[in-house]
């Protein structure tokens, strides 16, 4: 699984970084980050899939 | 089994898609008047106004979404009238839908100034096709003049300072944000104009807009005249709810809705800046105007339709929105309205980054955060459950509390 994190729709709302500490972190620039570029280790998939289903802009894309 | 959605923006999509993602099987329709596919708005008075934004980047979802989802949109049509008992809408075609349920997300419309003063080079931005004009104007370097220093004008003109644009803000206010945030991020708030090279006219109002042919001239309640290219216009928005005049709905600065998006009427639902939801916590009803609000009641709705049997959903507890100033970005959580303390948590003014709580009557109702999202957004859970302010407070703030 990979993450990541469409800049132009990202409010900086956080929630990812509540819901998946580990996968996501706030840039300077108040957007979201993926902190991992490759394949997500497994025990991570469950946070990064609740933090894109709660992100208010659809921002963070999933590739299974 | 069918719904009728009127309005396609962030609501009346999320109504829509959330239909879909319940497993809601029947038709779903969604009309909206602009010809344009559903796109966003937040970033219309943002970077939509820079010379290199691609309008495809402003779509609230790509074209093909709507065939692979079973969402019928019609685009470029507008509603003039409901028929509520009959759950009929009329458009101006003169064409008629009738469903099982009908949303109404139609939006709030910019507010204009009298007709007599609306010369060309006079604008406001709503919709993409204005925003495009805008940024058509931009183009040719013009002086601008901003009438309203709220959010839409900031941003609009901090886009135009970041051009090198001669810019000036006309706010009626003696601070814009002074009544909403208080004094001390009023002041910095304004330091960011000050610092980009905007010009700040506070407390004073629009006499008149003068010109021949288009805008030449701004005139000021004080007697001073701007000379100016292009007037841009951040007077706030009204619902877009004069269609539903004489439909028996209960219309009070906005559709009135329970907690759950219903209104008086059976099968008749409201969503996002046109409807105004009874908040469960005070039982007052507000209109909110964010776009976090509108996604959160459209895919209340779109639950509540298509679970009936279960126990109904509202909108989230903590409305939040952000604007985008000078390169920082302002976040803010739940509200500052009626507070009575102030309380610097984080940073400092000068930074700028900072964190400012909001408290009534001892506790937590909000918070704003200046380039630091990580830091405000943690207040998140304190605001939904209306914490003691002291609890909150580390020394740094209680020293700079107000």
Redesign the interface.
């Known amino acids: 699984m990979k993450v990541t994190v469409i800049e ?2 990202c ?5 990812c ?2 819901v998946a500490p580990e996968v996501f972190d ?1 840039d ?3 957007i979201a980050v993926s902190l991992i570029d490759g394949d997500l280790p497994e025990r991570l998939h469950a946070c990064a899939r609740e933090a894109a289903e709660a992100c ?2 659809d921002a963070i894309v999933i590739e299974e | 089994m069918s719904v009728l959605v009127i309005g396609g923006s962030v609501a009346g999509i999320a109504v829509a898609d959330g239909l879909r993602s319940q497993g809601y099987q029947g038709a779903v329709t969604v009309v909206d008047a602009d010809p344009s596919l559903p796109y966003d708005k937040p970033p219309l008075s943002k970077h939509a106004l820079k010379e290199d934004w691609d309008p495809i980047k402003g779509l609230l979802r790509p074209e093909e979404h709507y065939a692979a989802k079973d969402i019928e949109l019609v685009t470029g049509r507008t509603a003039v009238a409901l028929d509520a008992v009959r759950r009929t809408v009329r458009f101006d075609d003169g064409s008629e839908r009738q469903a099982d349920h009908v949303v109404l997300a139609t939006g709030v419309r910019a507010r204009l100034l009298p007709e007599e003063l609306m010369l060309p080079g006079v604008h406001a931005i709503r919709t993409a096709a204005d925003s495009a004009a805008v940024r058509a104007a931009l183009a040719d370097r013009p002086r601008l003049v901003v009438i309203g220093g709220g959010f839409i004008g900031a941003e609009a003109a901090s886009v135009a300072a970041g051009m090198g644009l001669e810019v000036t803000i006309v706010e009626a206010l003696p601070l814009p944000f002074q009544h909403l945030f208080g004094a001390d991020v009023a002041e910095a708030m304004a330091g960011w104009h000050r610092a980009a090279g905007v010009r700040l006219e506070c407390g004073v109002m629009v006499a008149g807009i003068e010109g021949a042919e288009r805008v030449e001239r701004v005139r000021l309640t004080d007697g001073r005249v701007l000379e100016v290219d292009l007037v841009l216009l951040g007077l706030g928005a009204v619902p877009a709810v004069d269609w539903l005049d004489g439909s028996g709905l209960d219309l009070d600065n906005g559709i009135t809705c329970d907690e759950d998006g219903r209104t008086g009427l059976p099968g008749i639902w409201a969503a996002g800046d046109a409807a105004t939801w009874r908040n469960p916590v005070t039982g007052d009803h507000v209109r909110v105007e964010h776009w976090t609000t509108a996604k959160e009641q459209g895919a209340a709705v779109a639950h509540n339709i298509a679970r009936p049997d279960e126990p109904a959903r509202g909108a989230g507890p903590v409305p939040y929105f952000w604007s985008d100033q000078h390169g920082l970005r302002v976040q803010f959580l739940g509200t500052s309205a009626g507070h009575d303390a102030t309380h610097l948590v984080h940073g400092s003014f000068d930074e700028p980054e900072f964190v400012v709580l909001y408290a009534r009557e001892g506790r937590i109702i909000g918070a704003l955060g200046v380039a630091a999202a990580r830091h405000v957004m943690k207040y998140r859970t304190a605001i939904s459950a209306g914490e003691r302010i002291e609890g909150l407070l580390d020394p740094v703030g209680e020293a700079a509390g107000a």
């Open positions: 132009d729709k409010c900086g709302f956080a929630t970084i509540s706030i300077s620039d108040q208010p802009t």
